[in-house]
């Protein structure tokens, strides 16, 4: 786009206004890691803004400890910013601190998934129910009738994990439109540990014969994909997100799909709703929705992730 | 992007310079017509462009006849414009164009398909062996093995029409990589004329006793969707681009995936490209590929197809 705002410019200039945003995010501890994404395009978006006098302070929190989030967003009430950027991975501890900020009108965007329960004055995130809707479909093409599907989340706490719950929500949706096929879907939850992931597969196969398909809720599908690799004959895998570890399997036949929901664009976007709503003075679009996009071996090399 | 070019546009000002575009692109009868969304982008770019004097001359041929195609190009070299646009759909008659254009130095950018013999400054398009090596996949991904896949061409001229052969080949390829499960590819091609096809597929289905899956290789494919619907088992059915009819297809469960181009954006990216070379002195990358999309019933309500 062309588009620039000379006007805000104008005045942004003359009156030295500093407008602060906070971000608070999950910590990445490489670049490979899928929050280094979001965070590359919430920079990019605000180093086109900060002409404005937009100033970004981020804060980041431990997806596996929930008291970090809690603690990170002790920090940012005590910052009092403008406008925040909140991916609310968290149920619990993101409701209580959304509640917060609701009391005290500060406004603040999500990214990634969305709480219902709160309040955000603009969400982008992937619609979760739908891409295990699609996930289901992506495996009920591929497989025979009377298949044996696994549905695996690999995380420590699901009753928190809004998003991923609404991912088997959808996909579960998906085998009830098709029952006459009659799949049968064994479901497991495991921590994100090797050990305890490859004892869990090895189980769930003595006791099922064969699995014919895994679904893996979230972006540890490398995991299980390394799992079946021993073996001559794996089951369809379909998982989420472009990490290395991932697109290494994926690009190696090792793993058939990945979806994928442009986390930097989501960045860029959350941060230019931000910027719209309280430096423009525009109102926003609640919901706003990513692609979900279906990456394979194929057409991995001309995807786009922004 | 926040990019703007205050020199250039301070120097086209001061010097009230008009600069030449045309632009050489198949009819388009109707606004669902594929050929009507290159033209949006390019519109878009244009009206962005417009206030560095650039002004396009719209150029238009009938792809059933490539009389039309040699007749507008001539149109255009009476008109001697600083930069064009073709779609060079008919090899033979744009080989014919651009050795004009080359011995003249007008510099033109290819859309949607490239010929490899030609000297374009810019092209934008969709690798076409690889798409049809995607098709092949995804085509694999859901039959048995032993299955019988047909492969349709929909054109009045093969020979001519060098992006449906790349995605035959593309296709072929990929199956030659898996031949150990060995399939049966039937080829067969036939013009665009509903009785005619379904007279051919009548035929193919009586020879071969059954069809698992169908790769059409052009935007045809609703005809070919339509055909199987009068069966209670239709096979496997892939083809291309986000046409009207094949999203009503696709959305009614009756075509499984279409592979799409975002031809918006090509039309929109080539035009940028000739800006930049030509206006603004830069020199533009050679090839430029758009990405392979994978359009599902599921996932088609979140596509942008900008």
């Known amino acids: 786009d062309f588009d620039y705002h000379p006007n805000i410019l104008a005045s942004s200039l003359a009156s030295k206004k500093v407008t602060t945003f906070a971000s608070l995010t999950p910590w990445a ?10 965070q590359e395009g919430i920079d990019k978006a605000i180093s086109q803004i900060y002409q404005y ?21 002790g920090k940012i009430l005590e910052l ?28 603040y965007v999500f990214i990634d998934s969305n709480l219902k329960e709160a309040n955000p004055i603009s969400f982008i995130v992937q619609d979760s129910v739908q891409s295990g809707y699609l996930a289901a479909k992506l495996i009920d093409y591929g497989i025979a009738p009377q298949s044996n599907i696994l549905l695996i989340h690999i995380t420590k706490d699901l009753q928190n994990a809004d998003l991923l719950l609404k991912r088997e929500k959808g996909f579960l949706d998906y085998f009830e439109t098709v029952k006459n096929k009659s799949h049968r879907i064994i479901k497991i939850e495991v921590p994100y540990n090797e050990i305890e992931i490859s ?24 995991l299980v994909a390394g799992f079946f690799d021993q073996f001559n004959d794996r089951p369809k895998i379909i998982g989420y997100d472009l990490i290395l570890k991932n697109i290494y399997l994926l690009l190696h036949s090792k793993i058939d799909f990945l979806l994928n929901q442009k986390p930097e664009s989501q960045g860029y976007v959350a941060t230019n709703l931000l910027f719209d709503q309280i430096v423009r003075k525009e109102k926003v679009k609640n919901a706003n929705y990513t692609s979900i996009d279906i990456i394979t071996k194929e057409n991995f090399e001309y995807y786009s992730s922004i």
Request: net charge positive; hydrophobic share 35%.
């Open 29 to 38: 501890p490489d670049k490979d890691a899928f929050w280094s994404k979001p």
């Open 53 to 73: 006098g937009v100033r970004l302070h981020k804060f980041y929190f431990k997806m596996e400890d929930p008291e970090t989030f809690t603690k990170e967003a």
């Open 80 to 107: 009092s910013p403008d406008g925040i950027l909140i991916a609310p991975w968290a149920k619990r501890e993101s409701l209580k601190f959304t509640q917060e900020l609701d009391q005290r009108a500060i406004p």
């Open 199 to 222: 004892n869990k597969l090895s189980n769930c196969i003595l006791e099922n014969k064969s699995i014919d398909a895994v679904f893996v809720t979230n972006s540890k599908v490398h």
